[in-house]
Structure formats: C-alpha cells, structure tokens
C-alpha cells in the first residue's frame, strides 16, 4: 500500500433531508468503493420501491429493513484512500420522507420512557414531511402510498410493557419539527404567546381573551396549554379556539370573541395556583374543495385538517358533525389529564367546504339528534360495544363513502386495539380527578412534544425527579437492545468482521473513514456517538429553498449538529452546499448561504476562515471528485489555515484536512462504542482509540464494570493490528467476559497505567445555551460524554460565573437560565466514566440534551472516582505472572 499514512475519521452531518447518505454513497462511488453494475442494480431495485433517488444510500444501507422504510439504523463505516490519509466514514442513520415521529415499526417506541413527570405514557400519531401541496393534490397519486404505509407502520408498532391501557399510542411532534414544518407549509405562530414560555407567573385570563385572531377566513387554529402544580397532577388542553359543532362557519367569530380560547378547566387550574409551562398557538390555512376531493377524502389523514388521536380519560364518545357526502365529522373524547394512562378513541376530520346555510342547518339537526339519542345510552354501552357498533353500522350517510374508501383509518385503528387488548388494564388513582373536569380536547397531531413536557420534571418533587431520571434509562436500555439487534443482523451478514457494514478499497490517493450521522432528532444520540470518534466533520447543508431556513432556524438540526460537533471536539469543519441542482445552480443563492452559514459556524466556534465551503450535487456528483462546469462562477474554496490550501472539490477539501495529534504517550483511554459476540472469536468490543496505545497481550480495565481482563488481538478493517494508536477505530478481542458484562459508553484503560474507573460525582463548568426555563438543583438531563448518555442530575449549583474570564460572580445560586455559566456537582443516575478535561479531553467534554434539543454544553473541572474492587478474569491473572 505504499509508504505509511495517517488515518483520519470525517464524519458526515446536517439537517434531515439534507442528503447526507446519498452525498456519502456517492463519494464512495466515484472513489471506486463500488462498481457501475452494483449502483445500477441499486438503482433498479429502488425504482421498483418508488425510491429511485435511494441508489446511493444503498451503498451502506444493506438490509431489506433499511431500505424499504429509508432509513440507516446504526453507524456503519466506509473505507477508502487519499494521496495524504486514510479516510474512514462512519455511516449512521436517516429518515427519509414519512415516519411515525421519528419510529419505525421494529424500533422501540421512545416515547416509552420520555420524562413527562408522572405522565410517560400517550401514544403515536402520524405524521409526514409532505409539504401542503403534495398531501393535497390528487394528481400525486404517492401520497396514497405513503398514508396507507404510514398507517400500516402504525399496527406493527409493538406496545411497551408499561403501556397499561387497551388502546394505542400518540406522540406529539416537538416544536422544532412543528416550526420547521410551519416554514415550508406555511404556518405561522400567532404573536406575543411566546413570552409566556418564560413567565415565572401565570398571565391574566384575559391575555387569552384577546389573542389575535386570523388575518384571512380560512385558518384554523391549534393551542395547546401544559399547567403544573407542586403538589397536584399536571393538566394539558389542546384546543382549536372553535366549537365543533358549529363548524367553518363560525370558525373567526368564536375565536375572537374567545370562546374557545381557554376551557373552564384551565381558567380553574390557574386561579388555584398551577403554573403555566407551555402555550402555542399555530394558524394554517385549510385545503380548499378543488384539492380535497370527496372520494379520496382520507388524503387528509396526515396533515393539519385530520387526526388521529388516541387519548382522554373519559371513556365517552361523542360524535358531532356530520355532513353527508362531505364526510366532515368528529368523534372526540371530551377530557384528558396527561397524569393519566387511561386512553379511550378520538377522531376527527375537518375541512374547509364552503358549506351553504342549508347544509349547515342540515348538519345542526342531526347533531341535536344524536346529541338527544347518545344521553339516553351513552352511561349504558361500554366503550367497546360502542365501537363495535359504530364500525358495524355507522351512518347512513357514511356508508356511501365507505364503500367507495374502505375507511382504512378505522380499520387502522380497530386493528391497533385489538392488537393491545391483552395489555393489562386497571383504574388509574388520577381518574376521579380527571372525571370531574370537563375539557373539550381537538388536538392537532403536531401540537407539541413530549419532551416539551419535561418541563413539567422543572417543578417536581424529588420522587417525581426519580421517576424522570429512570424513564431515561429505560429509554437507554430499549435503544441500545435495538442497535444490538440490528448489529446481530450485520454481523451474520457475508464478509463481515469486526466493523459493521465496513468496506475497504485502495485508491490511487488515500483511504477514509467517513460517518453518515442520523439528521433525525430522534436518533441524535447515534449522530453523538458517531461524531465523538471523528477527527473532522463534513456539514451537509441543502441549497434548496425552505430546507436551508429549516436547517439553519433557532432549532435546526444543521446548527445543531454543528454545535455538538465542536462539543465533542471536532475542531476541523468542511462545509458541503448540497442539492445545487435544484436552485439551479444559483451563484446568490450559494453566497447567500455562505454568508449564514459563516454567521452561526462562528458563534459556535469555527473560524469560518478555516472552513472550505464546497457547492455540490450529492446525487449527481457535481464537485465531488471532479470539478463541475454547472458552476462556472465557482472559483474554488480557500482554507486560510497555516498550511495554506485551495481546491475546487469535496475529496480535496478532505485531502486538505489538517492532520490531527495523536496522544500517544498518555495511558490508554477507548470509550466503546458497541460490544458484539461473534462466533468462533468470542466478546469484541470496539471503539476509537482516545489517548494511548491498545495491543495484543495487554491487560485491560473496563469502566465503570470494573472488569479486568486480557486483550487477544486487535482488529480494524479486516486487518490483524500490531497495535490501535489515537484515532484508529479498532475491534479487539477479549477473553473471559459476557457482553452482559460490558456494554456502549464503558471506556477500557491499561489496568496498569492508571486505569479508568467509574465517577460518584464530578463538577463541570456548564455553559445554558438554549433552555426555555430555569435550571435549578434537581434538574435531571441526559448527559453526552464521548459515547455514554447517561440522566445526571444536577446536584447542587455551586457558584455562577462569568462565562467570558471565568470569574466568580455568585455563590450558591438558587438557578442559572440561558446564557448563564455555572460551576456544578453533577452524579450520574448510573455508573458512568468521565475524566477532567485537562487530563483526557475527549472524555471531559459533554453536551446536556433536553425536550429533543442541545440545552448546555460543559467541560469536567474535577472528578470524584470510585474505588470499588472489580472482576479480574483468569486470562489478566494468567497475563499479569508474565
């Protein structure tokens, strides 16, 4: 292979949707990493799935799983040459374009331990990153594909074991996602709501009285209300500011006059001293008749107009609208206290339909009808006789249009509860509670996350605070059982060895290691692992129109994947505009970005002078390997380092990178990023090397297991190592330990150079950088430290500081809210190993991740260990005499 190089890791981030996978494939297409047939197979075999752009995501998207549902479920690595390095890209996961929040069907719902107080239950609703116009233009004839496979993804989701009620699950979208999404359909956030997000006090009644109503005839409106109490359980209304039975018409009318705009429940919960956590309220403009047809009137299943909501506490069903023909009806469960599991059906269709005043007098009548029958049975029929009869007979009216849509929502949702009636079920001890309120609940499935409602854990009691710090783990335990499920599925895959969906090609030039990181904000935590084992960074960013603003917004992904890179100590950025095809190739539009890009790089802490900015074509190839003539403007990238570089592509802003310092001489560290169990070679850990030496013959110690034992050989790409040096990501074979006993986020050490052991406490400097509250001592986030994520709770905050000199400016301080910087005592929920970041950073340095989003970032000042004896195999006894 020539004369010796240095190998490097980029890793590969951006925005989801950004292109990232398809950029990635097709780097190692032009490289040679894979042959003209494979890729034109690939691209047969995703025409046939309707997924024709998805050829070069195949390249590292191997399983029938992955590429049916468009989506890369763990870091894979890829492997190719440079004139300068050793490159190795480290490919992890992406959702393409229809999800279930973020879950696909094997995978864990998270929800299943997301810190809501002592809520943690709700459920899924569906949802997709169609723009307005897709969903509602009946020549598109996908969009019945992707609802009906949306819908299909929602029956095969397995119900976790805590889930106690019957019925299904609902998620609400976080409100990135809902304001991402508000950029590009469009929606807007009606003004002045947002400040009371900080408000230490409730504001008047009144405020609410006098939101501001809609600029246009057809809006609607969805809010959403979270109130908590010390001492009471937490109450949330998510309303329309309209009545539903008096329909579009009266629609402004009862918004301004404020009807609609605050229940009695919540004006009672407030005068008797809840706090308001959370209040948004969101205009969109409905479909018009033209782009709503009545025969495909199920379009609206995934957009602003429909829902699919599976909540209340109430088992009461109430049906009340309906119009026929224009199948504009609603069955709504008239209450729900989220401190409550018990679940019972809500559905409900709306639509804009020019209604005469006929068809509305029409609609009144038959409401008072049904309103009049349904007091006389409803306290007699039990919840499922009640749907069992609905679905049998239905309405008259109805059934002309069933029969021409086999009302696939309802099937979905039969099929989904009688998938979950063997789930245990019993009265929750908030019932009675809950049963003498009187809310009218008409949610949006978008409204807002549940991470959101971690606020909630702001305000709790210490129990409460338990509670939130053990959802985390078990919300740990479930993503980590997936990803090992997945790599057992790689690992018996043909011609694979120690890396996971690892190839290798010898170029003319260099070979690279690059990460594909997951876009998604529900899969953040494998970009974290995958970002902490690299040397630079690849920021992918989409040119288009909409994308770009979605990315680069207060909480995109693109500014946030840039923060935690620096975070985690990627100092070296490229910066790659994707998707310049579709802007047609636009000079002002690439200097447009250029110029925010540079705005935010810096105030992460980039030196934009230092960063090559490269205009590309992912799935063309435009400026990857060769320069394009598309971009005559272009004149290439300068990176003003102290070995001055230029170029015009991406693989030279690679070759450019600076070649990174490897501490050889400190004692070993290697946080493992995954441990598998292969047959004939027995328990291999992996990970990237940190500081130190790793060899064969070495006696090793996993923190904070606290297990010793002896290293057999050591691996990386299929070839035997003498030994793994800083930055190598290596695989090594260990005698005498169960992967039960090891697992992702311990770090090994040398057992006789101080060895790595497990931390009681430890104090950081934490920086706030976008939290919505107040932190205080109790506050319990997820932690990323190289690749543990683990709930550490702020114990006790010991002084505030000046975040610029670092100087003291308060002791003993009852809170720290955004911009502050703080000295902390943090102890982790569960052992954990970190170090001072003066002594090994890449192991002192941690991003705090709370509702979805980087909320602080911090570095380790000092660390309590613990001294505690651990298991020494037979094979370190027998290697320790020699």
């Known amino acids: 292979m020539g004369k010796e190089k240095m190998h490097i890791n980029v890793v590969v981030i951006g925005h989801v949707d950004s292109g990232k996978s398809t950029t990635t494939g097709h780097l190692i297409y032009k490289c040679g990493g894979i042959d003209k047939r494979t890729i034109e197979k690939f691209e047969k075999e995703a025409a046939e799935l309707g997924k024709g752009s998805f050829k070069y995501a195949w390249v590292l998207d191997k399983l029938k799983a992955e590429r049916e549902r468009g989506i890369t479920i763990d870091i894979a690595l890829w492997k190719f040459e440079t004139p300068k390095y050793y490159v190795t890209d480290l490919a992890a996961l992406s959702l393409d374009m229809v999800s279930l929040s973020g879950v696909s069907p094997n995978i864990t719902p998270p929800l299943a331990a997301h810190p809501l107080h002592p809520l943690r239950s ?62 590009q359909a469009p929606l807007s956030v009606a003004p002045g709501l947002a400040q009371v997000l900080s408000s230490p006090t409730p504001p008047d009644i009144g405020y609410f009285l006098n939101l501001p109503k809609s600029d246009g005839p057809r809006k609607w409106g969805v809010y959403a209300l979270i109130a908590t109490h010390p001492d009471l359980p937490p109450i949330m209304y998510i309303g329309s500011g309209t009545h539903a039975q008096d329909g579009v018409a009266k629609r402004e009318t009862n918004y301004s006059s404020g009807k609609g705009c605050i229940p009695k429940l919540i004006k009672i919960a407030l005068e008797q001293g809840y706090f308001l956590s959370f209040g948004m309220l969101i205009w969109t403009k409905l479909p018009s008749t033209q782009l709503v047809p009545r025969t495909r009137a199920r379009f609206l299943a995934l957009e602003s107009v429909f829902a699919v909501i599976f909540c209340a506490c109430i088992p009461m069903i109430m049906d009340k609208v309906y119009i026929p023909d224009f199948f504009l009806w609603s069955r709504e469960s008239i209450s729900w206290n989220p401190g409550c599991t018990h679940l019972s059906l809500s559905e409900s269709v709306r639509a804009d339909l020019s209604l005469t005043k006929e068809e509305l007098v029409h609609a009144r009548e038959l409401q008072l009808k049904r309103d009049a029958a349904k007091t006389q049975r409803y306290r007699k029929r039990k919840r499922e006789e009640d749907e069992v009869k609905f679905r049998k007979t239905g309405h008259e009216q109805h059934k002309t249009w069933s029969e021409r849509n086999p009302g696939r929502v ?7 509860k009688k998938k979950a009636k063997d789930l245990q079920r019993f009265r929750c001890q908030v019932c009675d509670f809950n049963a003498s309120c009187n809310a009218h609940l008409n949610t949006h499935f978008k409204s807002i996350s549940h991470q959101e409602s971690a606020r909630l854990g702001y305000k709790v009691k210490p129990a409460d605070a338990r509670k939130i710090m053990k959802a985390r783990e078990k919300e740990e335990q479930e993503q980590e059982q997936l990803q090992a499920q997945h790599q057992q599925q790689l690992i018996q895959q043909p011609q694979h060895s120690l890396s996971s969906e690892t190839d290798h090609d010898d170029l003319q030039s260099l070979t690279i290691y690059l990460v594909d990181a997951p876009g998604h904000r529900d899969f953040i935590k494998n970009m974290i692992t995958g970002t902490s084992q690299a040397d630079c960074a690849i920021l992918i960013i989409a040119a ?138 027995g328990t291999v850990p992996v990970g990237r090397v940190e500081t130190g030496i790793i060899k064969a013959g070495m006696v090793v110690t996993f923190a904070p297991a606290g297990v010793t034992t002896e290293v057999k050989s050591v691996e990386m790409h299929h070839e035997q190592l003498t030994e793994g040096v800083p930055g190598d990501n290596v695989g090594f074979n260990v005698k005498n330990v169960s992967v039960k006993e090891i697992r992702r986020g311990n770090v090994a050490g040398d ?30 986030p997820v932690l990323d430290c190289h690749t543990a994520h683990i709930a550490c709770k702020f114990s006790e905050l010991l002084e505030k500081i000046d975040r610029r000199t670092g100087k003291s400016v308060e002791n003993s301080p009852k809170f720290i809210k955004s911009g502050d910087a703080a000295i902390v005592k943090m102890v982790p929920s569960k052992p954990m190993c970190v ?45 320790s005499k020699k």
Not at 147 to 164: C, E, V, Y
Not at 410 to 416: G, K, L, R, S, T
Not at 555 to 584: C, P, S
Request: proline share 6%.
């Open 835 to 879: 170090e001072a970041f003066t002594d090994y950073p890449p192991l002192g340095r941690f991003a705090v991740r709370d509702m979805r989003q980087t909320v602080a970032v911090g570095v380790i000042k000092s660390v309590a260990k613990a001294d505690k004896a651990g298991k020494v195999t037979k094979a370190a006894q027998k290697a």
């Open 751 to 780: 057992s006789k150079n101080d060895p790595p052991k497990g931390a009681e406490s430890f104090n950081a400097q934490v920086i706030v950088l976008n939290h919505p509250g107040q932190v205080g001592a109790g506050y319990a």
């Open 122 to 183: 709700l459920s899924f609703s569906l949802f997709t990153t169609l723009s307005m116009e897709e969903l509602y233009n009946p020549s598109l004839g996908s969009v019945e594909a992707h609802i009906d496979a949306a819908g299909f993804r929602l029956i095969q989701l397995d119900l976790p074991s805590w889930f106690i009620n019957s019925e299904i699950k609902f998620a609400f979208a976080s409100s990135s996602e809902w304001d991402s999404n508000a950029r």
């Open 544 to 681: 288009g129109t909409g994308e770009f603003e979605a990315g680069i917004s207060k909480d995109g992904q693109t500014r946030e994947h840039a923060l935690l890179a620096y975070t985690l100590g990627v100092k070296q950025l490229i910066v790659a505009i994707n998707k310049m095809d579709t802007t047609k190739w636009s000079e002002e539009r690439y200097q447009e970005i250029i110029k925010e890009t540079s705005n935010f790089i810096k105030k992460v802490g980039y030196n934009p002078k230092h960063v090559p900015f490269v205009p590309i074509s992912g799935f063309n190839g435009d400026n990857m390997i060769e320069a394009s003539s598309n971009c005559p403007w272009y004149k290439g990238w300068e990176k003003e380092t102290k070995a001055k570089a230029t170029g015009k592509t991406l693989l030279e802003a690679i070759d450019a990178i600076d070649p990174p310092s490897r501490p050889t001489d400190k004692p070993l560290r290697l946080p493992l990023q995954d441990v598998y169990k292969i047959g004939g070679i």
């Open 410 to 416: 309802n099937q979905i949702a039969a099929d989904v």
